[in-house]
């Protein structure tokens, strides 16, 4: 199942999303338990995956920014 998502985003979108998809979790686990109280949501781990995902396309080369915003478009 891995490797066929890899092989279907590309090599360098799979890792980006993997990485801030499990950042995404991490944060809001800690929302959860050390600061807001917060009950388990996935709209607001989908808001914090969101979120991270537009500070990583300032970051990457133009032609992987297209390839994250027309991926981020579909979900």
């Known amino acids: ?3 066929t998502a890899r092989a279907t985003f590309g090599n360098a979108i ?3 999303i993997v990485i801030v998809a499990l950042w995404s979790i991490w944060k809001h686990r800690n929302s959860i338990i ?3 109280g917060e009950s388990l ?3 607001k781990w ?4 969101f979120q991270e995902m ?3 396309t300032l970051r990457v080369k133009s032609g992987l920014k297209d390839k994250i915003n027309v ?3 579909s979900m």
């Open 1 to 3: 199942m891995i490797i």
């Open 14 to 16: 799979f890792w980006e």
């Open 34 to 36: 050390f600061f807001y």
């Open 41 to 43: 949501s996935f709209n």
């Open 46 to 49: 989908r808001l914090y995956f």
């Open 54 to 56: 537009s500070l990583v």
């Open 71 to 73: 991926c981020l478009s």
